[in-house]
C-alpha cells in the first residue's frame, strides 16, 4: 500500500490481503517471513536489551529514586531503537523487496523477484556493493528514534503509573494493555518516515537520491495525506506486537526467577 502512486490496486488493508490471496495464497501474506524473524531478532537485540541499561545510566536512584521522568526514557528508547535500527537494517532492506514481489496483475512499485532472504542478500552486495545493505539506514534511524523514544517511554511509564497508582496489578494484563497504547502513538509517529524509507528500499538503482527526496517527491507528486499511507496495517502489526512481547518478556522472567 505504501508503494501505491497513480493507479490504486488495493483500496484498503482487507482489500490487500484479499488480493495477495487470491492470486499467491498463503504463501504470498507470509512473503519475508525469514527476514522478518532475523530483523526482529537482530533489532530488539539492542531495542530492548539495551534500553534498561541506559535507564540506569541517565537515571540515577540513589539520588532521584525510581520516578523516572519521561524525557530520560525516551532518550534511553531512542539510542536503543538507532542501535538496533543499524543491526537490522540487510534483513529489513531484503524484507521490504520480498514482500513487494508480486503476479503481474497486483505489482506495486519495482519487483526486484529474491528468490530467498540469503539470495537477496547476496544479490544487493554482488549487484550494488556491500554498502547498499544499509541503504535507507539513515531513515531507519530516524523511524526507530522516534518509534522507539514514544514506545518504551510510553510503555514504562504508563506501566509504572497504571502500578504505582494502584489502577492495575503487576500484571502481563497490564504490560498488554500499556504496550497496546504505546503502539498507536507510535504507529501515528513513525508513518511518515516508514512510506519513505519503503520507496527508498524498493527503488530501482538511484531513483531517489535520499530519503528527504523521497519526502518531497512524494509531497509534490501526492499531497500530504501520502505519508500516513498504510497506517492502518502498520498499528495492526505494531498493536499485537508490542501487546504480546512485554508480556511474554514478563511472563519469561517470572519464570526464570522461580
Known sequence: MQLQQGDVVYRNSFDCMVK?????????????????????????????????PLVQFLHDKSVDGNHIPL?????????????GAVACNPFELVKTRMQSN?????????QHRYTGTFQGLYSIVT????????????????????????????????????????IMQNSAVTDAVSGLVSSFFCALVMNPVDVARTRLYNQPKDQYKNGIDVMIQMLKNEGA???????????????????????ILLSLSHALCL
Open 20 to 52: 495477495i490471496w487470491r492470486n499467491e495464497g498463503i504463501a504470498g501474506l507470509q512473503k519475508g517471513l525469514t527476514p522478518a524473524i532475523l530483523r526482529e531478532g537482530s533489532k530488539n537485540l539492542f531495542r530492548i536489551g539495551m534500553f534498561d
Open 71 to 83: 524525557w530520560k526514557r525516551m532518550i534511553a528508547g531512542g539510542v536503543s531503537g538507532a542501535m
Open 102 to 110: 508480486a503476479k503481474h496483475s497486483i505489482a506495486v512499485g519495482h
Open 127 to 166: 549487484r550494488e556493493g556491500f554498502m547498499a545493505l544499509y541503504k535507507g539506514s539513515a531513515m531507519s534511524v530516524i523511524r526507530s528514534t522516534l518509534g522507539s523514544g514514544i514506545n518504551m517511554a510510553l510503555y514504562t511509564g504508563l506501566r509504572d503509573y497504571l502500578i504505582d497508582n494502584a
Open 225 to 247: 495525506s501520502a505519508f500516513m499511507k498504510g497506517f492502518l496495517p502498520s498499528f495492526a502489526r505494531l498493536g499485537p506486537h508490542f501487546t504480546y512481547v512485554p508480556s
